[in-house]
């Protein structure tokens, strides 16, 4: 049974840091392209970052571009997001996804095959 769960959201205030983690089971995570996406209250889930299997090649929104950092561990199985410089419009349930697709647009969310639960961010002003 394959599971991805995030972990890691919370409160914070603008301009602070944090770190979300996902843990893969049941799969073979280096395989697996992943990425991050999140929705905001009343909001359409979008495109946050997305990393390839071995972690060479690293995509991001234009929102968060220069302050988030993807990441991965293949022998923990986990996925990183790193938020830095966080706004107030980061606030958002964010959720990591895997995908086995190839030649697929990494923020097709169709492609993806598996999805986390999700880990609430709350950014204050």
């Known amino acids: 049974q394959v599971q991805l769960v995030e972990s890691g959201g919370g409160w914070v205030q603008a301009e602070d840091s944090l770190r979300l983690s996902c843990v893969a089971t049941g799969l073979t995570f280096s395989s697996y392209r992943m990425g991050w996406f999140r929705q905001a209250p009343g909001q359409e889930r979008e495109f946050v970052s997305a990393i390839n299997w071995s972690g060479g090649r690293l995509y991001y929104a234009d929102s968060v571009k220069g302050r988030f950092t993807i990441s991965r561990d293949n022998a923990k199985k986990t996925v990183y997001l790193q938020m830095s410089s966080m706004k107030p419009e980061d606030t958002a349930i964010y959720y990591c996804?895997?995908?086995?697709?190839?030649?697929?647009?990494?923020?097709?969310?169709?492609?993806?095959?598996?999805w986390g639960q999700g880990t609430q961010v709350t950014v204050s002003a």
């Open positions: 996804a895997g995908t086995l697709a190839r030649g697929t647009s990494y923020t097709n969310q169709a492609s993806y095959d598996y």
